[in-house]
Nanobody, 121 residues
Framework: QVQLAESGGGLVQPGGSLRLSCVASGSIFNINTMAWYRQAPGKQRELVADISSGGRTNYADSAKGRFTISRDNAKNTVYLQMNSLKPEDTAVYYC???????????????WGQGTQVTVSS
């Protein structure tokens, strides 16, 4: 079993910054893609950014130029640095990872519980 634990959410004023962290733990042999998604009230969950095991990144248009995704493979951790935050960034942010529990096994997708980010004055 694999658990993803997010941290770093909170209340921030428009223009401010937050750094989200997500640590994967449990039965892990390898992790492929790690990503951040978000879901605002009344809206569908959407991709914010993802990063491959080799460090290749992909961003939603809304995140480009403001957010930076990174990962530390040795720590099974993914980060999301969010700058110039806007009220429309308010959402629950979810960590996502594709994990191989053991060599020769099957890749499974996992989600964290989510962390609330609120951007408001």
């Amino acid at each position: 079993q694999v658990q993803l634990a997010e941290s770093g959410g909170g209340l921030v004023q428009p223009g401010g910054s937050l750094r989200l962290s997500c640590v994967a733990s449990g039965s892990i042999f390898n992790i492929n893609t790690m990503a951040w998604y978000r879901q605002a009230p009344g809206k569908q969950r959407e991709l914010v950014a993802d990063i491959s095991s080799g460090g290749r990144t992909n961003y939603a248009d809304s995140a480009k130029g403001r957010f930076t995704i990174s990962r530390d493979n040795a720590k099974n951790t993914v980060y999301l640095q969010m700058n110039s935050l806007k009220p429309e960034d308010t959402a629950v942010y979810y960590c996502y990872a594709v994990v191989l529990a053991y060599r020769g096994g099957i890749w499974y997708s996992y989600w964290g519980q989510g962390t609330q980010v609120t951007v408001s004055s």
